[in-house]
């Protein structure tokens, strides 16, 4: 389909669902990470590289075997991505390094959106020391969250200060050295979230408003649609791709987070550059998944035309993550009455279980959203038949 070939700064469970889409459009991929990583093993290749997506070497050796670079981490070394897109114009590089940049550090991403108008909860930068983050709490009022700027992900880096009392403990929590800064608490009543495909012309396209349920800060299961109004998915998904217009040009899809209120405002909470654990469910309800759209885009593939260009009019669709159980392999139980639940499919990425480590999901279709929380029901345990 394309003789281009995309190399892959990370080889995690979305880099490894992105080899699959890549796969089906004869699509050549290459992978930069550690031996072994999730996504080699699907992709028998001479060519992928041992090695970390943060080191020069490495993502030099990967641009040479490449010809589109795209991430599927934001946590990489944007220094060295600009480097080589200075020396090497023959390399393309989805989404740019100055969009990842941005991103990376939640605090300059949050300080980028206020000055394009988007609205987030009101943020400020923290100094590391007790009486900054005191500070911080006299500013924004109590309870507040203290987030680490960067490398955060499942709530690791984030920590709600309550009161005054609780500053010692939360710096001690985010480590001493820790870029930090605050953020006001949001009460929201809801979490929702968007998936924003730009291509290379700069053009947005948007999958369904999703609604995303976290259990203890990390995403735990996800209702497409979102159940809200349907007014509300639309100012959702608008407020979502103007989020995206507003970073510079370059290709790439983005998972948009947001808080909704209970006046109906919404606020953007954080943008990931990358596939998104909310827009998972688009493998079995949509008929292009995000990983194949970020390839088309990267490579300037078509992408489908029209505004509701990836919702289906039958996206009803439950996801559900299968996070490390206590016990050793415990969280398989779920799987097993996955595979008995007709319209439910598992996914699992081949990483070792750990208490809350995202190991899979399970994704569930069904005619309504009642029919796929019956399915979940099952599959959960807390319903022992399939039926009404
Ligand atoms: P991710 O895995 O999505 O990258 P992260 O570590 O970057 O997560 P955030 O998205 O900042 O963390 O926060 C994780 C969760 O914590 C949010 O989804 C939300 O439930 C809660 N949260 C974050 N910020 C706030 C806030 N300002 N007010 C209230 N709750 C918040
Ligand atoms: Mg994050
Ligand atoms: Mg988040």
Known sequence: MDSKTVGILGGGQLGLMLVEAANRLNVKTVILDAEGAPAKRINASEAHINGSF????????????????????????????SDLQKKNDKIAIHPSPETIKIIQDKYTQKEYLIENNVAVAESIAVENTIDGIKNAGSILGYPFLLKARN?????????VVKSE???VEAQAALGANTALYGEKFVPFVKELAVMVVKDIKGDVYAYPTVETIHTDNICHIVYAPARVPDSTQLRASLLAQDAVKCFPKGAGIFGVEMFLLNDGQLLVNEIAPRPHNSGHY????????????LIRAVTGLPLPKGFSSFSTPSTNAIMLNVLGADEPDGELEYC??????????????????????KVGHINIVGSSLDECQRRLDYILGKSLSLED
Do not use: M, W
């Not at 020069?56 to 991505?81: M, P, Q, R």
């Not at 490398?151 to 920590?159: C, L, M, S, V």
């Not at 688009?282 to 292009?288: G, K």
């Open 165 to 167: 009392a609780s500053v």
């Open 54 to 81: 943060k080191d020069a070497e490495g993502v030099s050796k990967l641009a040479s075997k490449a010809d589109v670079l795209t991430i599927e981490i934001e946590h990489v070394n944007t220094e060295i991505l």
């Open 336 to 357: 097993k009455r996955a595979l008995e639940t007709p319209g439910a499919s598992v996914y699992l990425y081949g990483k070792s279980s750990r208490p809350k480590r």
């Open 151 to 159: 490398n955060a992900y499942d709530g690791r880096g984030n920590f």
């Open 282 to 293: 688009t493998i079995d309800a949509c008929v292009t998944s995000q990983f194949e759209a």
